[in-house]
């Protein structure tokens, strides 16, 4: 998962540089490791469609909602992709549907695109609209130098907007204001200079003829509608070099200014904002939490346009207990993020962080639908590993909650009357509610072992008897059910186990006819499968059982047989020992010890 999480670091890199072929072929590498990830079929989209590959960018889009259907950044690639397809009305579908899932500022702000552009496309053939249609002649004109001026009056401005929105408009543009020549020019990219001249005075001499267009300009008189600082009268057309210095008119100086003074007040706020935040991180490293949450709060009043602010002040006020706020204040910075267009990882971070208030709050449902979303933006590993804890904690919520001893026994019962019906698949379907209801209770667990050996599935009667004896050791009847299902096995030797281990629980002797005449069936059971034996081959039967094994080759044990065949009374003194005598007991009933 790691060179996964590398190649996708990579490649939004190679993306936010524009080199889309990088990025298109470090997304490929990351999905060949890991092809259910939709967030790399997503970036791939946004790579195919920064190449203009409208078919390639769709096609990974549908895959991507294909693997995961909830997750509205999908519906927002694939509308991209319909859009640059000029698929207006397939785009504008795909965009609502995302919407349906989630109320992103991205998903509107597309689907209003599409809208725009459509509407342009039904009359970018006529008049005028096609030059005006341009998204980016706003900047085209706040940057030329003969358009300058006019992006100054806002009346002007909105009316350039307008003109875009609805190009049709456009074809009374020349007559309703005469600065749209000077915008015309730029949209065209040619000089329409000698348009926007007084009709008294077209700035050319009576004799002037067309010809070469180093001859064409001519010294201008001061009257003249020009940014150009007039050069030195000559008889002669200046000649070409002289036009040099007039980019350099002073008329630029006053928007250069006005644009470094608007500059630099951002970047002072950009910079207080910061401080701001320093103190604040002092502050919470400081475990002073209300002191850093004002700090940080005050750092995204002066500068709202990095929600790392609001996500530092969700972190405070969740270590102040204050969940409530940290929730409201981490939703606010998710949905300015969208409108910021701020990195997914920053994205998932926050979700995670409203996750982890959820669980503060013991509401785990929603931690667990946050960390979902936190997972969906960014896969990492420690909020997967929240995730599954939460999961994990809803699951053991829910089994204590279905807890109910009364409502066990009534499901015993009824499973206690189908067994002796003889209907056994009913019976373990009842005593598995009975075992739900109360997991507490070593009955259950013992009778579903009964109706799995009617059903011949000796390896789950097996494991129940082993649950029974583990949630209650002093239930005799779970040692004899353990050793009949062993004995049915014909595994008789742990069968006697079973037995011995059923007398030690057995305090009262309530059970002790029961457990001697199944010892002794198991008994003649075991002489009549040895009878044949040597005991070379008894040994070595013996010795396949890893216990049997590890008794066998204890320097103690080996001591004590050893006494033992000398002297038969010593072994019952051994048998004092409660250790040696489990261990006996093991080699005498896998016949290695005889006793007749």
């Known amino acids: 998962m790691s060179d996964v999480n590398a190649l996708k670091d990579q490649g939004n890199k190679a993306f936010s540089a524009k080199d889309y072929d990088k990025a298109i072929e470090l997304f490929t590498a990351a999905i060949a490791i890991d092809p259910s990830n939709h967030v790399l079929f997503s970036n791939r989209s946004a790579a195919k469609a920064g190449k203009k590959q409208w078919a390639g960018a769709l096609e990974d889009a549908e895959q991507c909602i294909k693997l995961n259907q909830s997750w509205s950044k999908g519906y927002a690639r694939k509308g991209a992709a319909l859009h640059g397809a000029r698929r207006y009305d397939e785009a504008v579908e795909v965009y609502e549907a995302g919407l349906k899932l989630e109320d992103s500022p991205a998903l509107r702000k597309g689907l209003q695109e599409v809208k725009d552009a459509k509407g342009r496309d039904v009359t970018e053939s006529i008049g005028l609209g096609k030059y005006f249609s341009d998204p980016s002649l706003i900047g085209k004109l706040a940057t030329n130098p003969r358009t300058q001026k006019h992006m100054a009056d806002p009346a002007f401005v909105q009316k350039l907007k307008l003109f875009q929105q609805n190009p049709a408009l456009a074809d009374s543009a020349l007559q309703s204001d ?42 201008r008189t001061p009257s003249a509608s020009t940014s150009r600082t007039p050069p030195t009268p000559a008889p002669a057309p200046a000649p070409a070099p002289a036009r040099a210095p007039a980019p350099a008119a002073p008329v630029y100086e006053p928007e250069d200014v006005e644009m470094t003074d608007e500059d630099a007040e951002e970047a002072k706020a950009k910079a207080d904002a910061l401080a701001a935040k320093a103190q604040g991180t002092a502050h919470y490293k400081a475990q002073r939490f209300s002191e850093a949450a004002e700090y940080f709060k005050k750092a995204w009043d002066l500068w709202p346009k990095d929600i790392t602010f609001l996500g530092n002040l969700g972190a405070a006020y969740l270590e102040a207990k204050e969940y409530d706020q940290c929730i409201t204040t981490c939703e606010l910075a998710v949905e300015e993020g969208r409108g910021l267009r701020a990195d997914y990882k920053i994205i998932a971070k926050i979700f995670g962080r409203i996750g982890t208030a959820y669980t503060a709050k013991n509401d785990l449902v929603s931690a667990k639908k946050y960390f979902q979303k936190s997972l969906s933006e960014h896969r990492d590993a420690t909020i997967l590993a929240k995730l599954q804890a939460t999961e994990k904690a809803i699951a053991e919520a829910e089994r204590q909650a279905y807890i109910d001893p009364a409502k066990s026994a009534t499901a015993r019962e009824e499973g206690n009357a189908a067994f002796k019906g003889g209907d056994f698949a009913k019976a373990v379907k009842l005593y598995e509610e009975s075992i739900k209801r109360d997991p507490s209770d070593a009955r259950g667990y013992n009778n579903r072992a009964a109706a799995y050996m009617k059903l011949m599935a000796l390896a789950e009667a097996l494991k129940d008897a082993d649950k ?8 005799v009847k779970a040692y004899i059910r353990k050793a009949t299902i062993l004995q049915t096995m014909r595994d008789y030797s742990k069968a006697l186990e079973a037995l011995q281990a059923a007398s030690s629980a057995d305090t009262a002797n309530a059970h002790a006819q029961e457990i001697q005449t199944q010892e002794n069936k198991i008994q003649q059971a075991l002489f009549t499968q040895r009878s044949d034996e040597t005991e070379e081959q008894t040994l070595e039967r013996a010795m396949k059982d890893p216990e049997v094994a590890q008794i066998m080759g204890d320097p103690v044990m080996q001591q004590i047989l050893q006494q033992a065949q000398g002297n038969p009374g010593a072994l019952q003194d051994h048998m004092k020992n409660p250790v040696v005598r489990q261990k006996i007991m093991k080699l005498i009933n896998a016949g290695i010890i005889k006793t007749r």
Request: aromatic share 10%.
């Open 178 to 219: 005469s600065r749209m020549i000077d915008v015309l020019g730029v949209a065209m990219g040619i000089d329409m200079q000698g348009f926007s001249r007084d009709d008294e005075f077209d700035g050319l001499p009576p004799d002037f003829k067309y010809g070469p267009p180093p001859k064409a300009r001519t010294p």
């Open 468 to 475: 029974a004896i583990e949630v209650d050791p002093t239930f």
